[in-house]
């Protein structure tokens, strides 16, 4: 692999996140269902730190979150 095959496209990271966003807000029902399941909240809590190193690096690269599904999360 070079170095420019290396990075993703806009669209794979684009794709990532929709696919993050996804199990996100699977996690986020399953929270809202089980809210006395240590798993299930632990979860939920796991994916919006995800979701929120996202926007920082996104945000750190100069990208807009609006074009990544982000801006109103």
């Known amino acids: 692999m070079t170095e ?3 990075v993703l496209s806009g669209a794979a990271i684009k794709y990532i996140i929709a ?4 199990n996100a807000n ?5 929270a809202a269902e089980n809210p006395n ?3 299930y909240q632990g979860r939920k809590f796991a994916y919006e ?8 690096e ?8 609006k074009e ?6």
Do not use: G, S
């Open 4 to 6: 420019e095959t290396e």
């Open 19 to 22: 696919l993050i966003l996804d």
């Open 26 to 30: 699977d996690a986020m029902k399953d």
């Open 37 to 39: 399941e240590e798993f």
């Open 49 to 56: 730190k995800i979701i929120e190193i996202i926007q920082n």
């Open 58 to 65: 996104l945000e750190a690269n100069d990208m807009e979150l």
């Open 68 to 73: 990544f599904y982000l801006e109103n999360i």
